[in-house]
């Protein structure tokens, strides 16, 4: 009974958790949980960085063929800014005015020395030495030129091999390609080519296509391209802060006259923008360009339909179920067609194609064992996800900085590559700097320090786009050309449209103050969107 009675008083007692200790864990696991869905949006922006970087390496590694390839297509070769020419060649026959560079070395990109000579086929005889005539072509010997060069007759020049040809008599013919750097000053012959007017430029095939000939054509007057642009209307008249049309800085510093004249500083001139040797003013040159600078998975399909397999039609007609009004019309579209089972394929892209009675017809044929056999047929619609330029900076003569940039969504807008005028540190030798442009001396309150740029813009401008993590790009095509600075901090002051960026390191050259002899000058910088990945190349 004792037993019993104590085994009842046990079993009576009070059993379970108090209420204290139930909020203590409730406490505890909300504390958990919280953690674990803090990680979600950290794992999240953490892929999409990854994906981005893996992306922007993987272009990186086409881009670095493909220059290997074409190692010219670095170098401006023209005075218009155009990317032409390829390696040297021996024993090949090169026309007066073909462009080349030297041949790179152990497997190298990047031709030593940097830069771009133009060929001139040069003849005379044995007998009249002095009688050099320039004549259409003429052979490359089998050894390349070590592109030194010397004075012959009215040229400065890196001699070829001297070809030699008896014609009789005792007499012999002599035939040399000579080569003169398209950067070469004028010498007494008109084939010596101008000095380039600047040491830097950007490569930037897709923003030649847009802005070239058969882009756009918001930057105006801008027959060879030029990156960097001040956003304004057609007329000039009014800034355009939407940043959707624009002038080239050249044209509107340059030209002295119109409704802006004076509010560019007059010495400003755009970067040369460079084809990468695409012939941009054709359709077909367009097509490479974005074959080229963007992703190569960068189609997405936007409409899926089915075909029918009609023998009566044309070789280059398919007939569609159908549909409402397709839009291929375009050079960023394409259309895949396939067989029945999905097996075979063939792509058509850009134009011509049309759509007209669900029919599309192509400028080329399809190939008739899938035209008899008709299945789906996918129009896509080009996503420039990733895209690229690089910016070759040669102040220091045939020792370039080349920086590859992977861009993401870029837009296509002037505003996009909005000029903003801009102080670099402060001039050591002639400052302290003082501002003279009206627009800079809205918020100036001082020199910027050696590891700071000044930038302001005008009530109209675009506001720039400024955050840390990101970058600022100098753009100079003269003096110490273009350079790249990653923004530390910043401290915008909206109310005087201005703001002091504090970058990563000090400023390699701080901009001119002025002094008796040469005046004051306005730095430029670009802010651009979507900064994937810088690489040197």
């Known amino acids: 009974m004792r037993i019993l009675s104590s085994l009842n008083r046990k079993s009576n007692g009070r059993s379970g958790a108090s209420l204290t200790e139930v909020l203590i864990a409730i406490l505890i696991l909300s504390i958990g949980v919280s953690s674990v869905f803090a990680l979600f949006p950290i794992s999240i922006l953490s892929s999409i960085k990854a994906t981005q970087l893996t992306n922007a390496k993987l272009m990186q590694g086409n881009v670095e063929q493909y220059l290997r390839t074409n190692p010219g297509y670095l170098t401006v ?25 030297p041949t790179p070395k152990n497997g190298s990109y990047r031709s030593e020395p940097f830069r771009a000579y133009r060929a001139i086929a040069l003849q005379w005889l044995d007998s009249n030495p002095a009688g050099v005539t320039v004549v259409p072509a003429g052979p490359s010997g089998l050894k390349e030129p070590n592109w030194s060069l010397q004075s012959f007759g009215p040229y400065r020049v890196a001699m070829g091999a001297i070809v030699r040809t008896g014609i009789g008599g005792g007499d012999f013919q ?41 882009g756009d054509q918001t930057l105006l007057g801008n027959a060879w391209g030029e990156f960097g642009c001040y956003s304004t209307d057609v007329t000039g008249a009014v800034p355009d802060s939407s940043g959707t049309i624009g002038v ?4 509107l510093g340059l030209s002295g006259s119109g409704p802006l004249a004076g509010s560019i500083p007059s010495w400003t001139r755009g970067l040369p923008r460079v084809n990468a040797g695409i012939p941009t003013d054709t359709i077909a040159g367009v097509d490479s360009a ?133 102080v670099f540190a402060n ?92 005046p004051i000058e306005v730095d430029r910088v670009v802010l651009l969107r979507g900064i994937v990945e810088m690489f040197d190349l």
């Open 174 to 214: 002599n035939n040399v390609v000579a080569w003169e750097p398209v950067d070469n000053p004028v010498w007494a012959n008109t084939l010596n080519p101008t000095i380039l007017p600047y040491n830097s430029w950007v490569v930037d095939p897709l923003g030649a296509a847009t802005f070239g000939p058969v």
């Open 77 to 101: 070769n023209t005075a218009s800014g155009v990317a032409q020419g390829n390696a040297w060649q021996a024993r090949w026959t090169y026309n007066t005015n073909d462009v080349v560079v």
């Open 427 to 518: 001039d050591p030798v002639n400052g302290p700097y003082t501002p003279t442009d009206t627009v800079l001396l809205n918020g100036w309150t001082g020199p910027p320090q050696n590891d700071q740029i000044y930038i302001s813009w005008g009530a109209n401008e675009p506001r720039p786009f400024i955050q840390e993590g990101k970058y600022v790009m100098r753009a100079r095509p003269d003096g110490p050309g273009v350079e790249w600075y990653e923004i530390v901090s910043s401290t915008i002051d909206e109310g005087n449209r201005s703001a002091v960026i504090t970058v990563d390191r000090a400023i390699n050259s701080p901009t001119f103050a002025g002094n008796a002899t040469r």
């Open 248 to 251: 080239s800085v050249s044209e």
């Open 290 to 422: 974005y074959s080229v600078a963007a992703h190569p998975d960068a189609w997405s399909e936007s409409t899926r339909v089915i075909g029918i397999s009609d023998s009566s039609l044309p070789a280059n007609v398919i007939q569609l179920e159908p549909t409402s009004g397709l839009f291929v019309g375009n050079r960023f579209i394409r259309v895949v067609i396939r067989n029945s089972d999905g097996t075979r394929s063939v792509t058509r892209g850009g134009t011509p194609v049309s759509f007209n009675n669900n029919q599309l017809t192509f400028g080329e044929a399809i190939p008739a064992v899938i035209r008899n056999d008709l299945g789906e047929v996918s129009v896509e619609e080009f996503d420039s996800r990733y895209t690229w330029i690089a910016t070759i900076n040669n102040s220091i003569p045939n020792n370039p900085t080349i920086k590859m940039v992977v861009l993401f969504k870029r837009k296509f807008l002037p505003g996009e590559e909005h000029v903003y005028r801009a």
